[in-house]
């Protein structure tokens, strides 16, 4: 629907209303384009020169959905990044791709990733645009090429008008189908916990919230930073390495000093996003805080926060912290982000 024609059939509806008649329709479904929320930091993806047009995001939404993506046509990006659950594959340790092959590592969310400065736990893909080549190609994840991918679309009897929406002519090119992507998963913004309203001075937070997030500040808040709660750096938080002993960020860098540091995830939208941790090792919010509390081991690369001066390991919560913290962490699941309409395929 053109804009003009949608807002004057808004004021209709707003007229109607006043009758008591019919009811709103949900404006969070409206597309808007890239709007960084005001107490955001800028944004690493450069949106100035990428601005997404609702085209495009329409596509990369079809494309993220389309199982076509995969060799035989089983896998979308959506079978492990589902929406209702925070677009991760939720219930999973580690990721089930073509043929029900495993992964060794947990699909982590997408979301915000507009202020990612790299992907994966080890960080091992830094731009945005070129990152979907690795599921696609991994042969336990898609198994696909590429250029299969564009065959297969060309063929379709949608896709191609669907690409000329977007970019103004119909060719089907790896760049356009990796930008689309891009264009959608940029717009997957998650800032409508009842954390943002209070910080946006829309709410407030119930006592035992407000001792978590006083504990979280001192505790937790150096690595999960506010607002995005994660710092984006690589660290070792203590993990026992696993059977397959993934040594995280120095499968990239090579340098001894990163064995078995992953990327500091986001703590949004927890209710909806375990297990936990690169290898989904932990099943519940209360396993994560016993983990800092008790289980913290030095594999030489323990992060120095995680040492306290008397030489223990880990970090020391009493049960009320633990209890207000699980309060104060409730309050970052982002209940529209999950039901957003517009999001969905
Ligand atoms: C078989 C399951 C699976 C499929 C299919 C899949 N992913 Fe993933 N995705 C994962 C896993 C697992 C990781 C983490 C990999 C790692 O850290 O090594 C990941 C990581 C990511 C990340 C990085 C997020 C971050 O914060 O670092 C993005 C972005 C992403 N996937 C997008 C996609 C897109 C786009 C597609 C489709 C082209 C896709 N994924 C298909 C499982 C999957
Ligand atoms: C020294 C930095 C550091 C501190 C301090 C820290 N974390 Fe973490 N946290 C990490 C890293 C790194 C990971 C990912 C580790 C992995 O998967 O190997 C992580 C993972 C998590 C996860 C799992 C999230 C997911 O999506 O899998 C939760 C939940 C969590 N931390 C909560 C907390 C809480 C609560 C505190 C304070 C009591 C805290 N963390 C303190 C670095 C830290």
Redesign the pocket.
């Known amino acids: 629907m053109k804009k003009a024609a949608f807002i004057a059939g808004l004021l209709l509806l707003v007229v109607a209303c006043k009758k008591g008649a019919e009811v709103l329709p949900d404006l969070s479904t409206l597309f808007t384009g890239f709007i960084k929320p005001a107490d955001f930091p800028d944004p690493v993806y450069d949106v100035v020169a990428n601005p997404v047009s609702e085209a495009q995001f329409e596509l990369g939404k079809k494309l993220f959905n389309d199982a076509r993506l995969s060799r035989n046509n089983t896998i979308a990006c959506s079978s492990c990044h589902i929406q209702s659950s925070g677009f ?1 594959q939720h219930g999973h340790d580690v990721s089930h791709g073509v043929d029900d092959r495993l992964g060794t590592r ?1 699909s ?2 997408i979301m915000n990733l507009a202020w990612n400065k790299a992907f994966f ?1 080890d960080g091992g893909v830094t731009d945005l645009d070129l990152q979907p080549m690795a599921p696609i190609e991994n042969p336990v994840e898609m198994d696909e090429k590429v250029p299969n991918i564009l065959e297969k679309l060309r063929a379709d009897s949608k896709y191609p008008g669907l690409f000329k929406d977007a970019y103004g002519t119909d060719e089907i090119t790896s760049s356009r189908f990796l930008k689309s992507l891009s264009a959608y998963m940029i717009m997957l913004i998650s800032d409508q916990s009842k954390y943002d309203s209070v910080r946006r001075k829309q709410a407030i937070f119930t006592v035992a919230e407000q001792r978590g997030y006083t ?2 500040k001192k ?2 808040a ?3 930073t506010e607002p995005l709660f994660t710092d984006h750096s ?4 203590g ?1 026992a390495p696993s059977a397959i002993n993934d040594l ?1 960020r120095y499968s990239i860098t090579l340098n001894a000093s990163d064995r ?8 949004r939208n ?1 209710q909806y ?8 090792r ?1 099943l519940n ?1 209360a396993g ?2 016993d983990h ?1 509390t008790g289980e913290v081991t030095d594999q030489g690369t323990l ?1 120095p ?2 040492k306290q001066a008397d030489g223990s390991l880990g ?1 020391s ?1 009493t049960d009320a912290d633990k209890s207000d ?1 699980l309060s104060f ?1 409730n309050t970052l699941n982002d209940h529209t982000f999950v039901r957003n309409k517009l999001f969905e395929p």
Not at 273 to 280: I, K
């Open positions: 991760t947990n982590p969310q736990w504990v979280f505790k937790c150096s690595c999960h690589y660290r070792n938080n993990l995280g078995y540091k992953f990327k500091v995830p986001s703590l927890l996003t375990g297990p936990f941790m690169h290898d989904g932990i919010l994560v805080l800092y992060d926060l995680l970090i919560l913290l962490l």
